[in-house]
């Protein structure tokens, strides 16, 4: 099994993708600021539960990442909040890309609450 095939990170990989693309219209000033931390904050999201499902023979690793994961969730929310706040993406925008943004802080919540559904063979 891959982890590709874990919800958290098929929809945190698909909310990463939409705020690439919506973060290409925010101002050329914020291309290292804003942009560049919604950007690298929600890509982390994905990385950190791949890496997470890679060190399932260890408990503690295994949620440490997935902390770590949760993390940069709330992090990509309050950059969508900024992103709001600075009137570059619209109020709908905003509600559907946070939406998103608790289901994913969801998933990863239930993935740490029950690592025996998911290999963690040590739980």
């Known amino acids: 099994m891959s982890f590709k095939t874990l919800l958290a990170y098929q929809k945190a990989f698909d909310l990463a993708m939409q705020i690439f693309k919506i973060s290409k219209g925010f101002p050329v000033e914020e291309r290292f600021a804003l942009t560049s931390q919604i950007v690298r904050s929600s ?3 994905c990385a950190t ?7 399932r023979d260890y408990i503690k ?4 990442k997935l902390t ?8 990509t929310q309050l950059w ?7 009137n ?17 802080g969801r998933l990863i919540n239930y993935m740490i609450n029950n690592p025996g559904k998911f290999g963690v063979r040590d739980c």
């Open 80 to 86: 969508i909040d900024f992103a709001l706040a600075c």
């Open 61 to 64: 690793h295994y949620k440490s």
């Open 88 to 104: 570059y993406i619209s109020e709908e925008e905003s509600i559907s890309l946070n939406s998103q943004n608790d289901e994913i």
């Open 68 to 75: 770590d994961a949760d993390s940069e969730n709330a992090e």
């Open 49 to 55: 539960i791949a890496e997470a499902y890679r060190k």
């Open 43 to 45: 890509r982390a999201v």
